[in-house]
Structure formats: C-alpha cells, structure tokens
C-alpha cells in the first residue's frame, strides 16, 4: 500500500522536455529519458528564490554575457558599479563553483562584423547612437514625453572610438564599437585570465559572439547549435545589463525550451527598479533566480556524484 505521507511527484511538461516535481524536494531539471527513470547522477540541489531545484551539471552551462571593456573599463569612463560587483561575484565565486561542478562555462560577448551592420534593425542601432533623458517607473504618472529630445551621439556600432588612455599610463586604440577583436570588445581585466585558465580546464570554456542584443534571437545560431548538440538544458545566466542583454536571452531561451536561471548577484544594472522587475519575472514566468554564492554552497555541500 503507497505510503499516503509521501507527496507525490508530478510531470510538468511534456514527453520531451519535462521537469518532476515534489513538495519535498521541488522541481528536479534533471531531465532523465522518461519520468520513471533513475535518478540521473551527478546531481545538484540549489535553493532559489521560492522553489528548490535539482540540476544535473552534465546538462548546464554557466552562461556568461558582454562581460566587455566597452560596459565595464574606466578608461571608457564607466564608473565603479553593479557590473563590477557582477565581475566580483563570478570570479570569487560563480566561475570555480562551476568548474569543481563541471558545469560548462560559454562566454558570450558582442563580435560584430560589416555584414551585421548590414541586416541590423534600426532599434539596435538607436539604442546605442542616441541620447536623451531617461525615465524610469517613479516617472509613470508623468505626461508622455521628455522634458528634452533624445539627439544623436558622434558614435554608435562599428564607429572608431579612438585612443584611450588604461590605469597604468599607457594608451591603446580602442577599436571599432562591439567589433570584433578590439581592445573594447575584449573581456575586462580578470575576466581574461579566468577566460584562458578556463581553456585548459577538464570541461573547457567556450566563447561565442553575438550581434543582438539578444544571443539566442536567431532560429539557428553556432551558440544555440552547440548547446543542442551537446545536449544542455540548464542554462545559469550572469552578465550585464541584466535588464538588456541578459533579459533578452533568458527570455528566448525560455522560449526555445531551455531551463532558465538567473544568478542574480552575478548580474548588473544601474537601473534599481528595472533589476527587480527582471528577477521578479525570471523567478516566476521564465524560471528560476539564484545565485553565485548559492551555487558555491550547494557545490560544497550539496554535490551528488551517486551511489559508491
């Protein structure tokens, strides 16, 4: 006779993509081939903002996004901010978490090229070649329109950005906006070390450009293409902006049937208000919110290799 104090699991989903789910232990994104299968090891128990989940590492990947010079270095005149407290946070935490787990990490930086240029919508285009006042919810009752009109900027993708001067004194030619292989597109500071320690790890680091704010915008993409194939589910998101970049991947790969979950202390945005809307909405309509130093505890305390 089943034991009536043990709840019992539920299928969320479908027969090909589907999570477990039991008051106990929450939602398991394991993804074993059926419902009834074993319990797929290793497995990892990470506690979120509302609901457990259970992860197999073999099947996540850490996602990194625009972690770049142009968002963060000074010498571009971008002040200490949420986006270096996310550079912070992966270094200390959220990248040697993933590499004792063997989680994969996938860097994913703009790398733009002459034929992006070509086909890019004129939104992409304004949002980063105009200025103007910005206003933010506090401003929501206000009547519509900006006390002063946005203009256009000297620059915006693929324009020069001239020579700039580093910490140390010396000075270097910034490159073309977000192309690739210029010194701004380039990981910032420790990031670069941390990126080619990562190459030489068990599970190597990858790294992937993309020409959207987006990086999984397109039906067919070399990011989306080797995930697929190598067959990842989970997918962990950090990066800047939280509520630009990094909100529009999370929501596409919701949308192409990824698992989604945001580490928000390794995330960043200047825009308070904006960061709660983006975590609110991860944890309860795309997925789940974490974060780096929960994945380092569960890491240590929580990793499940299976039966001995």
């Known amino acids: 006779m089943p034991d009536s104090t043990v709840p019992p699991t539920s299928i969320i989903g479908n027969i090909s993509n589907f999570w477990l789910f039991n008051e106990n232990s929450g939602f398991d994104l394991t993804h074993p081939s059926t419902p009834q299968s074993p319990f797929l ?52 935490y959220g990248i040697p978490a993933a590499r004792r787990a063997g989680i994969q990490i996938v860097w994913v930086t703009w790398g733009l090229t002459d034929e992006d240029l070509s086909t890019m919508p004129p939104a992409t285009f304004r949002a980063f070649s105009f200025r103007g006042e910005e206003t933010g919810f506090e401003d929501a009752d206000r009547e519509i329109g900006p006390k002063r ?71 067919r993409s070399d990011l989306h293409d080797f995930l697929k194939e190598r067959g990842f589910r989970t997918l962990m998101f950090t990066g800047v902006n939280t509520d630009q970049c990094v909100l529009a991947t999370v929501q596409d790969a919701a949308l192409k049937g990824y698992d989604t979950v945001l ?22 309509v795309w997925g789940f919110v974490s974060s780096c130093v929960e994945l380092t505890r569960s890491v240590d305390e929580r990793l499940d290799k299976g039966p001995k």
């Not at 073999?58 to 996310?86: C, E, W, Y």
């Not at 580490?263 to 975590?279: H, I, K, N, Q, S």
Request: charged share 25%; with cysteine.
């Open 263 to 284: 580490l928000r202390d390794g995330c960043g945005t200047p825009r308070d208000l904006a960061r709660d809307m983006v975590e609110f909405n991860c944890g309860k």
């Open 41 to 92: 090891y290793p497995r990892l128990k990470l506690h979120t903002t509302n609901t457990p989940i259970t992860i197999c590492p073999p099947k996540t990947a850490l996602v990194i996004i625009d972690m770049q010079n142009f968002f963060l270095s000074t010498a571009l005149g971008r002040p200490r901010g949420p986006g270096h407290n996310a550079e912070d946070a992966l270094l200390a």
């Open 149 to 219: 009109p946005e203009v256009r900027t000297e620059n915006g993708l693929g324009f020069q950005l001239g020579e700039v001067k580093l910490e140390d004194g010396s000075t270097i030619e910034a490159g073309r906006m977000l192309f690739r292989d210029q010194w701004n597109s380039a990981l910032h500071g420790r990031l670069t070390a941390a990126f080619e320690d990562g190459l030489k790890a068990p599970v190597p680091d990858v790294q992937f450009h993309k020409n959207r704010i987006s990086a999984l915008w397109e039906p």
